[in-house]
């Protein structure tokens, strides 16, 4: 999936996909930075997973010492460049399965608009990965789509499909939390009891905090 946002769905075509968000999706996607906002201190040292053209990142580094978004395509991150006009981040391209960072480095890492399912890299590994870079007793935060926010999800991608941002809707195998497109994109969601047994796989204790309806937050303390 991270060559699908590096080849077809990135820079421009990615911030258009947001902008184009209903009023309901744009609550959700507000109400995911505060969740995370709410986590952070003026000190801290965030990494960003999957920061694409730096919508998060920026607002996180209005309240974070420092920001680093890392995402593996080029074009987003010279928008998310060009867009902080002041420098407030560091923008790397980067996998998150191999982050070039050394161990305990960051205060808290962040994955958050369902990217631990987006990405469709071995999720298990994505979490060790970051939580090796989490500093002891410092914050890895997830997140994903509520069972109940199917129908404002489905809508938003049906709107970039219209816009063709991305291809069109796969009706018959897009369901129960999955989205498939025609041109290859594809995305489910983790249930509470899947953010339980990945919790578990990495011999970690997650808190599972349901966010606006919408969103669904496992917090895992390093």
């Known amino acids: 999936m991270g060559s699908y946002y590096a080849e077809t769905l990135a820079g421009e075509r990615l911030r258009r996909c947001y902008e184009l968000a209903s009023p309901r999706v744009q609550q959700y996607l507000e109400a995911e930075i505060q969740y995370v906002l709410g986590h952070l ?9 999957g920061c694409g053209y730096g919508r998060v990142a920026l607002r996180l580094a209005e309240v974070a010492g420092r920001v ?25 391209e980067m996998d998150g ?10 205060d808290a890492v962040v994955c958050v608009q369902n ?3 987006a990405f469709g890299v071995d999720q298990e590994a ?53 989205i498939v497109t025609e041109d290859g994109f ?12 990945l919790c578990s796989a990495v011999d970690r204790k997650g808190t599972i905090t349901e966010v606006d309806g919408s969103s669904v937050f496992c917090t895992l303390v390093k």
């Open 41 to 49: 201190r003026t000190a801290d040292a965030i990494l960003e997973l």
């Open 68 to 92: 680093v978004g890392i995402d593996t395509a080029a074009e987003s991150l010279r928008l998310a460049r060009q867009l902080d006009t002041r420098h407030r981040c560091e923008f790397l």
């Open 97 to 106: 399965l191999r982050l070039g960072f050394a161990d305990g480095l960051f």
């Open 115 to 117: 990217g631990v399912c």
């Open 126 to 178: 994505l979490v060790r990965e970051a939580l090796r870079v989490t500093r002891p007793g410092g914050l890895v935060l997830l997140s994903t789509y509520t069972d109940g926010f199917w129908a404002e999800r489905l809508a938003w991608f049906e709107a970039q499909a219209a816009a063709g941002l991305i291809g069109k809707i796969a009706r018959a195998e897009s369901g129960d939390g999955v």
């Open 186 to 197: 594809c995305a489910g969601r983790l249930t509470q009891d899947g953010f339980n047994v």
